[in-house]
DNA sequence: CAGATTCATTGACTGGGATCAAATTTCACC
DNA sequence: GGTGAAATTTGATCCCAGTCAATGAATCTG
């Protein structure tokens, strides 16, 4: 049995678990909803197989027809820029929804990567902006969900404004911490699976910087990095690090702060 | 007859004006529903008071009950930093979508400011919900106002994430010159209702920056700006300026791009 | 398992934009 | 219409993080 098979062995046992078995839920769209909404929820749902690390989800340009949720590993999405580059807009994990963006214009304007063997459930919108007019409580869901990823847009944006190249791999931290130990995993220590270079892109920082930053973190105690592998030695240095601050000494005005 | 009055006047004129009577309609979310259920909306919209500049929607912390529709004027979003900063996440014209954020946590994470004078409607959250849940074509154009929120969202990110100062502005120009144009307003010659403090914490630059692009870019000939009013001389040149580049000669990897 | 390729780290150097400072203009409010 | 506060502009200087370069570690491929 081969590394494929292994995937496929896995990957058919996870796709046998129903909305209603999942230990998502708690963090999913079916939040709140009775036995039988989710038992309908269920009934749209597509499982699909896993992805590879490295396989697009969707790509910009694709047609849009369906939400997915992550259901083990994690995705990147990315948005392409004029010139080649792109900027990798979010990381997203077990229990999250990918592709809200993209109801606008029917069409997905960033693209999902996955970063990792990654298995989801795909979720045909027409059919479930049907049900949600059907079961106010899932409508709900869905707009708390869609309206999380404008939160986490905000957060993100306002660490690009107005944070230091420290700051922002600290908060970038901290932030993935909380989101693992949401989900029941170690908040101290966890692996990365996306790379230094993603981590610069999301951040707007040189794959170098992020380096050097990990190394100096190290060296200071708080953290600790083998490869893939972050443990968190001192949270809450790191949390004075991610941005409290002593208050400035006149804040009378924008002056003494960054813009 | 003093300003003050002027401006009642002119508002209480623009109260009286129901969605389906609304220049904005094609903008908003009344897109593409029938006489029938445009008369339903309108039956849930609360007609406010016009805010004058610097007023507050809401802020950080208030409690979410209602989006508002932009009528006439701008807003801007901010988000708070730990220390006393802010980020600005947006600005608002007539006939976009206001307060979407709020609905994950029941609770508004960003402020809203009138940078003039502003009138607006306000459509109180859960009503709308249930409206959406019987007109199909409500849920659909609610939530592609959200999912271009998203969209929006995403642009600022690779902006801030991927661009040099001169771009950001650049863009930042065009993007409102395509939005006022896409409201009826000249494309080419526009004023800033934004200070350039607003503008700055808007790119993430510091308003010196932002001073000293307009004055550059003006003796450049390519726009002329006097205090808030702006005209775009040439247009294709501002273009390029934005990001369209000659291509790298070796684009073999990131090397040679900006993270 | 060897070679190739991608990824990560480290060092040296540079420059774009922040910061500091000050003059000037604009605006809000009596 | 005058006055004080706020906003804008301009200049000088500095520093954080980007860029370039090179080496080393990890991972993929046949």
Redesign the interface.
């Known amino acids: 049995m081969d590394r494929n098979d292994m995937d496929k062995v896995v990957s058919l046992k996870r796709l046998k678990v129903a909305c209603r078995a999942c230990s998502l839920a708690q963090l999913c769209l079916p939040v709140g909803a009775s036995r039988d909404d989710i038992e309908r929820l269920d009934a749209i749902i597509k499982r699909r197989r896993p992805l590879r690390r490295g396989e697009h989800l969707y790509r910009t340009g694709d047609r849009f027809h369906s939400v997915y949720l992550v259901r083990s590993g994690s995705i990147k999405s990315c948005?392409p820029?004029?010139?080649?580059?792109e900027?990798v807009?979010g990381f997203h994990l077990p229990g999250e929804l990918v592709g809200?963006?993209?109801?606008?214009v029917e069409e997905h304007?960033?693209g999902a990567v996955a970063l990792e063997t990654t298995s989801m459930c795909e979720v045909p919108f027409p059919q479930l902006?049907?049900l949600?007019?059907?079961v106010?409580g899932l409508?709900?869901q869905m707009?708390?969900?869609?309206?999380?990823?404008?939160?986490r847009?905000?957060?993100?944006?306002?660490m690009?404004?107005?944070r230091n190249a420290e700051e922002r791999l600290v908060t970038f931290l901290i932030t993935l911490s909380n989101r693992f130990h949401e989900r029941g995993y170690s908040a101290v220590e966890f692996r990365l699976s996306m790379s230094r270079?993603d981590i610069?892109?999301?951040?707007?920082?040189?794959?170098e910087t992020v380096s050097r930053l990990f190394t100096r973190l190290q060296g200071q105690g708080c953290i600790s990095v083998d490869r893939k592998l972050v443990q968190l030695r001192e949270p809450e240095r790191l949390r004075m690090l991610a941005?409290?601050?002593p208050?400035?000494p006149d804040?009378r005005s924008?002056h003494g702060?960054?813009?």
């Open positions: 948005v820029t004029d010139r080649g580059q900027q807009t809200l963006d993209a109801i606008h304007h960033c902006e049907s949600a007019g059907q106010p409508q709900r707009h708390r969900l869609m309206s999380r990823e404008v939160l847009d905000h957060e993100h944006l306002l690009l404004g107005k270079g610069g892109n999301y951040l707007g920082l040189a794959v941005g409290v601050r208050l400035e804040p924008y702060q960054r813009s």
